[in-house]
């Protein structure tokens, strides 16, 4: 258990926006960030982090909080786990003994999984370092390959014994159990007995955003071509290899600064380009690219150059990935190394100035690289040159983006020779079929309009009474309940006086005057924290509602204190000033305290009608008439102090 007032300083020490930019590539706007979300697929941002207030928000999705918050949104963790996670990231220190095996064996599944991959990193990289076997094989081979012992260090990199079991057994007497190894995919468990995965083999561990190991890569060495050169973890609830790329958590800082990302094969191109100073670099962890992988790059930029080796594999996964890209909004470069270079044996022969020279100038971009290699296939064919210009039209379509679509046209055209007004009818035509197709995707693609279909409209359920100005003074108070008011008023001589009362007080103290409480309960929570932080003497901070453990006032707060948009600072330059809500605080308190209430008796009036209409009882009647006159008065009282007038 952390104690409370160690979650409080490990929160006030948390910086919002530097939490979120190890995950999301933030741009400035006004006094705010902006980026794409990460918790759902948008193309143009609308996910907003705003360090004043220590939140951050999508006006897409939906999701809001504070940095704990985030963390636990992101990484699936639990309340504590992304606790400790802030409290690694600023260095505040929690007072935790070591686990006992049976403290282990009662952490949650996810927790029990990345502490074992840990406990296997540690393991791997001690036999690697300080056995024998690990220093005459698995070192050997490393060096053998130009790494330098900090490189090793700095990817965790490590050696699995030539045993059966060695680590499944080390493993099971510290305290871990049968079922979290099976299911990390560390051991495989056969006739009750349980073997490790990873024999003689080299490790590479996979890491998450955060730097947390979420699963293995490990190389045989041996010439036995029975058993897989490369073996992966299997998939786990914590390990989706579509979703993860290898080098990810080591490369994102360089690929946000250099706004550019280099997408390579294997492990060990991402690990010697790292140690020649090129650290804007991921694998696909030896997967065929994927839209998900796509999507994390995107985070950090929109620009991707492909390395792949010039073999046929090389080419073939290069046009696969081109597709993918384009298709998700970004821009697409393409270098292939010539046959028997890949990478990993280029970085090696050459200094980094003429790695990065050589990749900045051979690489192409997807049109002139799939042109020119579709064109050798081609030669002098018509009939395959018009199947390359569909091909090329047909990935040009894959962009969202009308513009960059009419510019690849264009370049299309120069180097087919072909006319542009042929290329554009060709690319309306397959965007047409793509639209029909999103519209209705049974009709054929020669259908001319789609058919329209009538649904049903859900009913909308009507909103309380007063709703939105109960949450417009919750708004209020959220922004400006410390803030003090001055107040007009009249001494107990008759003479004119001022006093100062906080906007909290001010608001509060007028609706208990009134009898009047709110009916949306989360509404009605927040009143009361109000209430009784008043009770104490303490106005409380909107941050005390951002924190709050309930999820409804947490995700409102934010709700109502975010701002999507941002005044202009070119206004006051061309000399249009605005009015801004401070400099008129008092006047817009009291309308929306009275719209509040006006809205109340508006509620209250048609109940009122209906009793006098059912109602036989004479005395009950001429009861029902006299609140009815009252409640009528009270709305003339309001509206005359709103200046609304009221024809009868």
């Known amino acids: 258990m952390i104690p409370a007032h160690t979650i409080a300083s490990i929160l006030e020490a948390s910086r919002i926006e530097e939490v979120v930019s190890d995950f999301v590539n933030l741009k400035r706007r006004g006094s705010n960030l902006i980026g794409l979300c990460p918790f759902h697929q948008e193309k143009t941002p609308s996910f907003t982090v705003s360090p004043s207030k220590g939140i951050f928000k999508c006006f897409g999705c939906g999701k809001a909080g504070d940095s704990a918050k985030f963390i636990m949104e992101h990484e699936h963790y639990s309340y504590p786990e992304a606790i400790r996670y802030l409290a690694g990231k600023y260095q505040v220190e929690i007072e935790e003994r070591e686990q006992t095996p049976e403290e282990i064996v009662a952490l949650n599944e996810r927790e029990r999984m990345f502490n074992l991959n840990d ?14 076997e690990g220093r005459s094989v698995g070192l050997s081979y490393f060096k053998e390959r130009d790494f330098r012992e900090a490189t090793v260090k700095k990817f965790q990199l490590g050696y699995s014994h030539d045993q059966k079991d060695a680590f499944s057994q080390h493993a099971l007497k510290q305290g871990y159990a049968n079922d979290v190894l099976v299911k990390t995919g560390l051991a495989i468990q056969h006739d009750e007995r349980l073997y490790d995965r990873f024999q003689a083999r080299v490790i590479f561990p996979i890491h998450n955003l955060t730097g947390k190991v979420i699963g293995f890569g490990g190389r045989i060495l041996s010439a036995d071509k029975s058993k897989a050169k490369y073996l992966n973890s299997p998939e786990s609830e914590i390990y989706v ?7 990810i958590y080591f490369a994102k800082n360089a690929i946000s600064r250099l706004d550019q990302c280099l997408l390579v094969e294997g492990y060990t191109d991402v690990i010697s380009m790292h140690q020649a100073g090129i650290e804007h670099v991921v694998a ?8 998900d992988q796509i999507r994390l790059i995107r985070r950090y930029t929109n620009n991707i150059t492909i390395l792949y080796d010039g073999d046929k594999a090389g080419i073939n996964a290069s046009l696969r990935g081109i597709d993918m890209i384009l298709e998700e909004g970004m821009n697409v470069r393409v270098l292939l190394f010539s046959e028997g270079d890949d990478p990993d044996s280029f970085v090696r022969k050459h200094r980094t100035s003429e790695v990065e020279s050589y990749i900045q100038q051979e690489s192409k971009d997807f049109i002139s690289f799939k042109t020119n290699l579709l ?3 081609a030669a002098n064919d018509p009939i395959k040159k018009a199947g390359l210009i569909k091909e090329i ?5 894959l962009i969202p983006d009308a513009i960059y679509r009419s510019v690849y046209v264009k370049e299309c055209s120069r180097m087919m020779d072909v006319a542009e007004a042929t290329l554009m009818n060709e690319l309306n035509k397959l965007l047409r079929n793509k639209f029909r197709k999103q519209i209705s995707p049974d009709l054929p693609e020669t259908q001319p309009e789609a058919v329209s279909q009538t649904k049903e409209i859900p009913a909308v359920e009507s909103e309380p009474i007063g709703y939105h100005q109960e949450r417009e003074l919750i708004r209020l ?9 001055v107040i ?4 107990e001589d008759g003479y004119p006086a001022i006093y100062r009362e906080t906007v909290a007080r001010y608001v509060v103290d007028d609706l208990l005057h009134d009898g009047l409480e709110f009916e949306n309960p989360t509404h009605r929570k927040i009143m009361q924290l109000y209430a009784e932080g008043l009770e104490e003497g303490v106005v409380p901070h909107e941050q005390h509602f951002v924190a709050n453990p309930g999820p409804d006032i947490a995700l409102l707060t934010i709700d109502l204190i975010t701002e999507r948009y941002e005044l202009s600072k070119n206004w006051e330059k061309h000399k249009i000033y605005v009015k801004l809500a401070t400099e008129e605080l008092k006047h817009t308190i009291d309308s929306s305290l009275l719209h509040y209430k006006r809205k109340i008796v508006e509620g209250r009036m048609p109940e009122l009608y209906q009793q006098l209409k059912e109602e036989t009882d004479t005395a009950v009647q001429d009861d029902l008439q006299k609140q009815i006159k009252h409640l009528k008065d009270i709305d003339i009282r309001i509206s005359k102090k709103l200046g609304i007038i009221i024809t009868k």
């Open 119 to 132: 406990f296997a990193r540690d393991y791997f990289c001690h036999t690697l370092f300080n056995s024998e």
């Open 241 to 247: 290899k579509s979703k993860s790329l290898y080098g």
């Open 284 to 291: 696909s962890s030896g997967t065929s690219l994927t839209t």
């Open 375 to 377: 064109l050798l296939e």
């Open 393 to 397: 039209v047909n990935t040009i379509a």
């Open 477 to 485: 108070l959220l922004l400006y309940g410390p803030q003090e008011l």
């Open 488 to 491: 007009d008023t009249v001494d």
